[in-house]
């Protein structure tokens, strides 16, 4: 009587290996996680004293006086979030634009050089488009640019009042086109890379009704992408919120609200980077800077999570 071999369950191998990998990339996230809390707590602990000195009003308070030890938020908020949305502006046709002609117009020969043109302008150093905007950019502004935009739009109701004022060829305006240049391929390459995204037979069957390019992209392409294309907006709307030295380069650094848009002013970024230097451990002025970083990271931590969500659900959809 012969009895059958006892079946051998088949020896899982790297199953070690795959709990360190497992184990290893949790941490990694964990760390990450840890990393921004601390970063936030650190800085609500370091604006604490502002805060408490100056209360709510620091968020809308005009005044920046480090003699008298009275700050205020009011007028980098204000300029961070105006040139951030007059960068959007700027910005979101032309990348449309770019991303329209490399998905739908251009040879397909033609596309990845193009892209890979436009996307290598998100690795240029922003102090060298600070650079490039005070020595090339301001003057041109200066020259023709402002005084074109004073006599044609100046005297118009409604409006007039924003193009008015000396063309000194620095000020909001100017800041507002450099970060547009700056964001131009964090939006063009969503909005590249979500178009590409709809299905053929979507469009195919619009062209096979009789419509034209245009009204595929309007009627077919952008309702179905719309919420991926909001998202990758807020992205680069993020992207400007935290901009630093080509602002410094070209805004004028001025602590006063103007209603113009060429008048100088400041952005939360701009006013660290300059004051920081300046200011001793354990002051008021030192507690104020850190308050606005505080506020910038919750501003910019709001954009971030509002795009990530909007181009979560065009996924999940």
């Not at 007039?160 to 964090?186: C, E, K, N, V």
Request: glycine content about 12%; hydrophobic content about 55%; aromatic content about 12%.
């Amino acid at each position: 009587m012969t009895t059958g071999a006892r079946p051998v369950a088949p020896r899982r191998t790297g199953s070690l290996g795959d709990a360190l990998f497992a184990g290893a990339c949790q941490a990694a996230g964990a760390f990450v996680l840890l990393l921004l809390g601390g970063i936030i707590v650190e800085l609500f602990i370091g604006g604490l004293p502002a805060f408490r000195a100056f209360g709510l009003s620091f968020l809308w308070s005009t005044e920046w006086d480090p003699v008298a030890e009275v700050f205020g938020a009011g007028v980098s908020i204000y300029g961070t979030i105006v040139t951030a949305v007059l960068a959007i502006i700027f910005a979101v046709p032309l990348a449309f634009g770019v991303a329209f002609t490399l998905t739908e117009l251009a040879p397909p020969w033609l596309r990845r050089p193009v892209g890979t043109a436009v996307e290598l302008l998100a690795a240029v150093p922003s102090i060298i488009y600070g650079m490039w905007g005070f020595f090339l950019i301001a003057p041109l502004m200066a020259q023709y640019v402002q005084p074109t935009l004073i006599d044609s739009l100046g005297e118009l109701p409604g409006i007039g009042f924003l193009f008015q004022g000396p063309p000194f060829g620095t000020g909001i305006l100017t800041a507002a086109l450099i970060l547009a240049i700056m964001i131009l391929p964090f939006i063009a390459a969503t909005m590249r890379d979500v178009f590409e995204q709809v299905p053929p037979v979507y469009k195919e069957s619009a062209y096979g009704l009789g419509c034209t390019t245009w009204e595929v992209m309007r009627g077919v392409v952008l309702p179905y992408t719309r919420i991926s294309v909001a998202g990758g907006v807020m992205l680069g709307l993020g992207r400007a919120l935290g901009e630093t030295m080509a602002v410094t380069f070209v805004i004028g650094n001025a602590n006063r609200i103007t209603t113009t848009l060429f008048g100088p002013g400041n952005t939360i970024a701009s006013v660290v980077a300059l004051e920081f230097g300046e200011s001793e451990t354990g002051s008021l002025k030192l507690s104020s800077l850190l308050a606005l970083g505080f506020i910038l990271f919750v501003i910019s931590f709001v954009v971030l999570a509002t795009s990530r969500y909007l181009l979560r659900s065009r996924l999940k959809g």
